[in-house]
């Protein structure tokens, strides 16, 4: 497989890929077009609006699939497209999905992302989320996992108008694992929200959920999560902890944790938080000769990392980190060979 | 000699209570001073003040650092004045590594000096250098901030931290407590290395075991926010052995 470095020519001439990271292959999708055919083992079937990505029985594809999704000039109405991932038992995959807008239109977008994760098969998905405040994205996921499968997933948020991420996911198959990991960053008038819903439908499967939030200005966040768990879903674990970092007095954080509880030999918890920057930190890193600012970005990374830590592809790992940082420091992230702001 | 500081008339409260009631003191470059004091005396709140805590309030007097008037500076100002404040009560942060707190403190104080940010290789071996005064190993700068330290490796961290940035005057709140013979032996060899001619320390103890590696020029007895007594070192060793009650007593 090789590597793709995009200059679509017609809609957007403006747009060329970054540096790729090692060992990924890059899909790209415009206005909820794929762009590509079938790449080597992966199948990828087109519709009019969105794609099947299909990975075969016993299949380990081991470079990082990313798929580049912008929002481009060439289509400003609202659009609905929908994509679907599916692992076959025993095979795994890593995947990467990037969502940009390349102008600042008044986008709106309404995606539908199912993913179903068959028997033994392990997922690493990151989902990473760039766009300009004139955005509107709901990004729906239904997430379907069977026997001893296993979903990694970070979501992160790094900008957006008005960001709305709906996470459903069915554990479905005994002795599965689904850990769900989330960060968003927040400023200016943006609005982000999560709605996870975990269904233990089964016995014995584990799920984890971490959402933590930076927020400054005036900028609103909401979390609700759900976890149900059935009747017979003895042996389940679940746990859910979201995590809100205010630096600004306006700035307004909604966290809503929910447990249903049908099964009684489970272990379950949730906790929330919402907190401001710590003085003493600041006050200690500051007698130091960190300037204020400098320090608040030290305690907002610290603060943000937990939420990456288990992105197991370090590269990846340091990328995000950097876009974070730079996220946080006030500049919409983007490289240097690259008038976009993609990953 | 060159006045590092002047304080004049301090007076300083917190939650409109006042703590700090009036403190006169000099400290000239090259000079040790002692603070001594019972407990509650102020000693921290003087550091505090001095290192720009913003939820003190300073009501009264002047503070002249270096010949600027360190009142109105920031803490970080200050810090990149020349001023260390070595807390009684190190603070743990986790999730920033000591690399990375220690790398950004020193890059943050050379951008001052408008001098270009160390590599990562010169920051090493600065770094490797200087936890070599304090005998700390290498593998704690990977950790978080204090995380996990124990209150003497804590103390040292902070005579790390004092080295690495080379202050001009460095306020040493009771670094001594809770650390064993041997530690105390290194952090105070440590401070005595770190001495030159144009430095100065301040060193709150209570304790004359401190003093005897860290020997003072003068020692201050703080009592309810005032300094009562001032004298050379000997003054330290009659505290120990009569306590505080006759200075007290003399002061009222
Ligand atoms: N937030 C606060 N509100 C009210 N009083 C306070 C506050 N912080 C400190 N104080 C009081 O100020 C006084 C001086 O405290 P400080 O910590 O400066 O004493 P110290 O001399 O350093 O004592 P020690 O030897 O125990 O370290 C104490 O009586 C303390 O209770
Ligand atoms: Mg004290």
Redesign the pocket.
């Known amino acids: 497989m090789t590597n793709y470095i995009y200059t679509p020519d017609n809609n957007n001439p403006g747009f060329r890929c970054r540096v790729p990271l090692n060992n990924t292959v890059q899909l790209f999708v415009a206005d909820g077009i794929m762009q590509q055919e079938n790449i080597g083992e992966i199948s990828i079937q087109q519709q009019e609006r969105g794609y099947t990505l299909h990975v075969e029985k016993g299949k380990n594809i081991p470079e990082l699939l990313q798929i580049i999704s912008v929002r481009t000039s060439a289509n400003t109405r609202p659009l609905d497209f929908s994509s679907r991932f599916e692992l076959e038992s025993c095979s795994s995959a890593k995947l990467l999905l990037c969502s940009h807008t390349l102008s600042e239109d008044n986008f709106a977008t309404n995606e539908n992302i199912s993913v179903e994760i068959g028997e033994n098969a392990v997922l690493d998905l990151v989902m990473m989320q760039n766009e300009h405040n004139n955005s509107i994205h709901n990004a729906k996921f239904d997430i379907s996992l069977a026997a001893n499968s296993l979903l990694r997933f970070h979501i992160v948020t790094l900008h957006g108008g008005e960001i709305t991420n709906t996470i459903n996911v069915n554990l479905n198959g005994k002795g599965c694992e689904c850990d769900l990991n989330g960060l968003y960053l927040a400023n200016g008038k943006q609005h982000i929200s999560n709605k996870v819903n975990i269904s233990h439908n089964v016995p014995e499967c584990h799920s984890n959920q971490l959402f933590k939030g930076i927020l400054e200005d005036e900028a609103i966040t909401k979390f609700s999560g759900t976890i149900l768990v059935a009747k017979d879903a003895q042996k389940t674990e679940a746990y859910q902890a979201n995590n809100n970092l205010l630096s600004s007095d306006f700035a307004k954080a909604y966290t809503q944790p929910h447990l249903e509880i049908y099964a009684d030999d489970v272990k379950c918890s949730h906790g929330a938080t919402v907190g401001s920057l710590n003085e003493d930190e600041l006050f200690y890193m500051r007698s130091r000769g960190i300037s204020y600012n400098e320090a608040k970005l030290l305690q907002q990374q610290a603060f943000a990392y937990a939420a990456l830590a288990k992105i197991n592809n370090p590269e990846l790992l340091d990328r995000l980190g950097n876009l974070v940082e730079k996220r946080l420091r006030g500049e919409f992230s983007h490289c240097q060979n690259c008038s976009t702001h993609c990953c | 000699m060159e006045n590092l500081i002047e304080i004049k008339d301090l007076h300083a409260s917190?939650?409109g209570?006042e703590?700090l009631k009036g403190i006169n003191l000099t400290v000239k470059a090259g000079e040790v001073h002692a603070i001594m004091?019972p407990?509650?005396?102020?000693?921290?709140?003087l550091s505090a003040v001095l290192a720009g805590k913003e939820n003190y309030e300073v009501t009264g007097g002047s503070v002249t650092f270096l010949g600027r008037n360190l009142l109105e500076m920031s803490p970080e100002e200050r810090s990149w004045a020349g001023l260390f404040l070595g807390f009684?009560y190190p603070i743990e942060i986790p999730g920033v590594t000591n690399v990375n707190f220690m790398k950004t403190a020193v890059n943050e104080h050379r951008k001052q000096n408008n001098l270009p940010a160390l590599t990562a290789a010169e920051y090493l071996k600065l770094m490797r250098e200087k936890l070599a005064i304090v005998e700390m190993d290498p593998a704690f700068s990977s950790r978080g901030v204090n995380v996990g330290f124990s209150g003497g490796e804590k103390k040292r961290n902070e005579i790390f931290q004092m080295a690495m940035l080379n202050p001009r005057l460095a306020i040493l709140d009771?670094t001594d407590s809770g650390l064993d013979v041997d530690a105390l032996r290194i952090v105070a060899n440590g401070v005595n290395k770190l001495k030159t001619p144009q430095n100065a320390t301040i060193v709150i103890t209570?304790y004359q075991r401190l003093l005897d590696y860290i020997v003072p020029d003068i020692v201050h007895v703080l009592y309810k926010g005032r300094i009562i007594k001032t004298s050379g070192k000997e003054l330290a060793l009659e505290v120990e052995s009569r306590g505080y009650d006759w200075l007290i007593n003399e002061s009222e």
């Open positions: 917190i939650n209570k703590i004091g407990n509650g005396s102020g000693k921290s709140t009684q009771e209570h």
